[in-house]
């Protein structure tokens, strides 16, 4: 689903569109009750539902201690499935950020990430070698990009859907001081990435072409997480530091369209008439905020 919005938003920028033109606000908010600790939603269009990956109730993001899980949702929020995924036989530790597309869905989990058929659930593991940190990952293409916050790398993985075939995994990014959250597909190739260039210091927008090859959006946001691209071209991002939702257009500075959180993470995006359904998991309370964007 991110992929196709990537080829939406390239069509509108040939169009002439520019992110100064869209001015986006909340139309409505919601706020759902949740237990243990969510941290990644997506949106599948194929079902018309929500995946969205849990720690379950240990809030320690590198424990391997097989009890983490993805709950099916309907797109008002409703459980639907709880302990979706992962099927028979297999185990989930800390499922962190997520992607559906295809009859597919990814989960990136600490050293690994995950294939699933979201039909029969089977599922593949597939080894990071010298991952630490297995945080967001993006699917355009035949390409995968999963984040690695802690060991400050971006790898590559084609081809993409790797549950019955053979692919290969290889670091796309490692700069040093680089440690990547969210990430994006952007148009014309590559990605958008929220990630910090020192650990302890305000992190920004970035973006990659190609392996070995990254360029600055905006430095000192703040503590980002997820990230993703708006028709428009505007960049919609959570942050851990100011507690919400914001938005960066054009050459103006950061609008924060909501907020009361403590834990921001990783969002999905549900296209709505003009504008979009965000669902933001908050790992740190549970609760699932929907809120609802429109240009104005």
């Not at 984040?147 to 670091?171: E, H, N």
């Not at 090859?213 to 100011?242: C, P």
């Not at 054009?250 to 669902?279: H, I």
């Amino acid at each position: 689903m991110k992929s196709l919005l990537a080829v939406l938003l390239a069509v509108a920028l040939l169009a002439g569109f520019t992110p100064a033109m869209a001015a986006w606000q909340v139309v409505s908010q919601q706020t759902l009750p949740g237990s243990g600790h969510p941290e990644s939603v997506t949106y599948d269009p194929e079902s018309q539902a929500l995946y969205m990956s849990n720690f379950g109730e240990a809030f320690k993001p590198t424990l391997k201690d097989g009890k983490g899980f993805i709950s099916k949702l309907d797109i008002k929020g409703k459980v639907l499935e709880p302990k979706f995924l992962p099927g028979p036989g297999d185990k989930l530790n800390k499922p962190k950020g997520l992607w559906a597309e295809a009859g597919r869905l990814w989960a990136a989990d600490i050293d690994s990430v995950w294939c699933f058929d979201l039909k029969t659930k089977k599922g593949r593991r597939l080894d990071l070698p010298g991952a630490q940190f297995a945080n967001d990952l993006a699917v355009a293409g035949d390409k995968l990009y999963v984040s690695d916050t802690a060991g400050g790398r971006i790898y590559l993985v084609q081809p993409a859907d790797f549950l019955d075939t053979k692919t290969k995994v290889r670091v796309m990014l490692s700069p040093t001081g680089f440690h990547p959250n969210g990430v994006w597909p952007a148009p014309g190739g590559g990605i958008v990435i929220a990630a910090k260039k020192d650990l302890g210091g305000p992190g920004g927008l970035y973006q990659a072409q190609d392996v070995g090859q990254m360029s600055q959006i905006r430095a000192d946001l703040g503590r980002l997480d997820g990230v993703a691209m708006l028709s428009d071209g505007s960049y919609l991002y959570t942050d851990w530091a100011g507690h919400g939702l914001f938005l960066l257009s054009g050459g103006g500075g950061p609008v924060k369209l909501a907020g009361g959180f403590k834990g921001p993470a990783d969002f999905a995006l549900v296209p709505r008439g003009k504008g979009y359904l965000v669902v933001v998991p908050d790992l740190v309370t549970g609760e699932v905020h929907m809120i609802e964007i429109a240009d104005k």
